[in-house]
C-alpha cells in the first residue's frame, strides 16, 4: 500500500511538484493578463463613450456657467455643431452663452443664433433675434439681409421689401433683390389674374432687362406665344431646359426655323429636322442618333456660377450663398427611359 505513493524523497515527487507550480503560475498569469486586458478595455470604453453621446442640456448649461472653457470655444464648437447640422446642440450653447452675467459679444452671438434659427427652419424665431438685433443696432446689413431673407422665405414679400430701404441708406447694393421680390410679389399675388401676372412681369423685365431666366420661365408656362414674340435669340443656351421641355404644341416653328439654335435643338429632339449638326457635342450626337433605334434625352444639371454649389433643379436664389439670378445650366446625354417604356407597353398591347 505504502508503494502506491511517492515518498516525498522521491525525485518523481518533486518533478511533479515543480510541473504543479508551473501549471499554477502560467494559469494565474493567463487570468491576470486577462482580467488586465479586459479592465483596461473597460476604462478606454468609459472614457470613448462620454464622446459618443451629446452633452445634455443640463450638462451644456453647467459647463458653459463655469467659465472652464473660453466663449471662443463654445462659440467654435457651437459653429461645428451647425456646420454638422446638429442645429439644436448649436442653439442650446448660443441660447447658454446669451444667459451668461457678461454682455460680452451679445450682438454678435444674437446674429448667429438667428442664423443657425433660420436654417433649422425656425423663421419666426429667427426673425425675433434679427429684429431684436436691429432695435437696438439698426445699422447692421447683415442682420438686415437676414431678415430680408426670412421674410422672403415666409413669403412676406411686403415687408422684405421694406428692408430694402435701410439697407438702401447702407449703400448696399438692392437693385436685383428689388426686382426678385417685386417679381415674386406679383406671382404670388392671388388677387391678379395670370394674364395680368404676365404683363406686369413682362413690364418688369422690359424696364430693367433682369432675371430673364425667371421671367422666361413664367411666360413659357403660361402664355407660351408671349414667350415667344419676346425671346431674344442669343438667350437659348440661358433657357436650354425651359425650351427642351416645352410640349409641341408650345414651339413656335416661324421662329425656330430663323434660329440657329432652336433648329439644332428642335431637331435634336426630334421634333423638326432643319439641322444636320451642331456646334455644341450633346445636340450633334443627338442629331446623327435621330434616324437609329437608340433612345437619348437631355439632362439638365444647375450650378451656382457664385458659390460652385450644384443642385438637380432650378433656383432663381442660391440657398447656399442666396445670391440672385447666379444659376448657369450644364447638360449632359442620358437614356430616354420615358421612350424606352412607351415602347415597350405598346409592344405589349
Ligand atoms: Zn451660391
Known amino acids: 500500500m505504502n508503494n502506491f505513493f511517492l515518498d516525498f524523497r522521491d525525485p518523481l515527487f518533486s518533478i511533479i511538484i515543480f510541473l504543479a507550480l508551473i501549471f499554477a503560475i502560467t494559469f494565474l498569469s493567463y487570468w491576470w493578463g486577462r482580467y488586465k486586458t479586459k479592465g483596461n478595455s473597460k476604462e478606454l470604453d468609459k472614457f470613448l463613450q462620454q464622446f459618443h453621446a451629446l452633452p445634455t442640456e443640463n450638462e451644456l448649461k453647467i459647463l458653459i456657467s463655469s467659465g472652464e472653457l473660453s466663449q471662443k470655444s463654445w462659440l467654435l464648437l457651437a459653429n461645428s455643431y451647425t456646420k454638422s447640422g446638429d442645429f439644436e446642440k448649436a442653439i442650446e450653447i448660443y441660447l447658454e452663452i446669451l444667459r451668461l452675467p457678461s454682455r460680452h459679444n451679445e ?4 446674429f448667429l443664433l438667428g442664423k443657425v434659427y433660420f436654417k433649422a427652419g425656425f423663421l419666426e424665431r429667427a426673425k425675433q433675434i434679427f429684429l431684436e438685433i436691429l432695435h437696438t443696432a439698426p445699422r447692421t446689413p447683415q442682420a438686415l439681409h437676414s431678415l430680408l431673407l426670412v421674410y422672403e422665405y415666409l413669403r412676406d414679400y411686403k415687408s422684405a421689401l421694406k428692408v430694402l430701404e435701410p439697407l438702401d441708406e447702407l449703400n448696399e447694393a438692392i437693385q436685383k433683390d428689388e426686382i426678385y421680390l417685386k417679381n415674386l410679389a406679383l406671382l404670388h399675388d392671388s388677387e391678379k389674374t395670370q394674364a395680368e401676372k404676365t404683363t406686369e412681369i413682362l413690364a418688369l ?14 411666360l413659357f408656362a403660361n402664355d407660351p406665344a408671349l414667350a415667344w414674340e419676346h425671346f431674344d435669340g442669343s438667350s437659348g443656351e440661358l433657357l436650354i431646359d425651359i425650351l427642351w421641355n416645352l410640349p409641341p404644341k408650345a414651339l413656335n416653328l416661324a421662329i425656330i426655323t430663323k434660329n440657329d439654335f432652336l433648329r439644332e435643338l428642335y431637331t435634336a429632339r426630334g421634333d423638326v429636322a432643319l439641322s444636320s449638326s451642331s456646334t455644341l457635342f450633346e445636340l450633334d450626337v443627338l442629331i446623327k442618333l435621330q434616324n437609329t433605334p437608340l433612345h437619348a434625352n437631355l439632362s439638365f444639371e444647375y450650378s451656382c456660377s457664385q458659390c460652385k454649389q450644384s443642385y438637380p433643379f432650378a433656383f432663381k436664389r442660391c440657398s447656399h450663398c442666396h445670391a440672385i439670378d447666379t444659376q448657369t445650366v450644364q ?11 412607351n415602347e415597350e407597353t405598346d409592344s405589349f398591347q
Do not use: C, G, P, R
Open 107 to 110: 450682438k454678435e452671438t444674437m
Open 205 to 218: 423685365y422690359k424696364k430693367h432687362h433682369q432675371l430673364k431666366y425667371m421671367v422666361f420661365e413664367y
Open 331 to 341: 447638360w449632359s446625354i442620358v437614356k430616354n427611359y420615358h421612350t424606352i417604356f
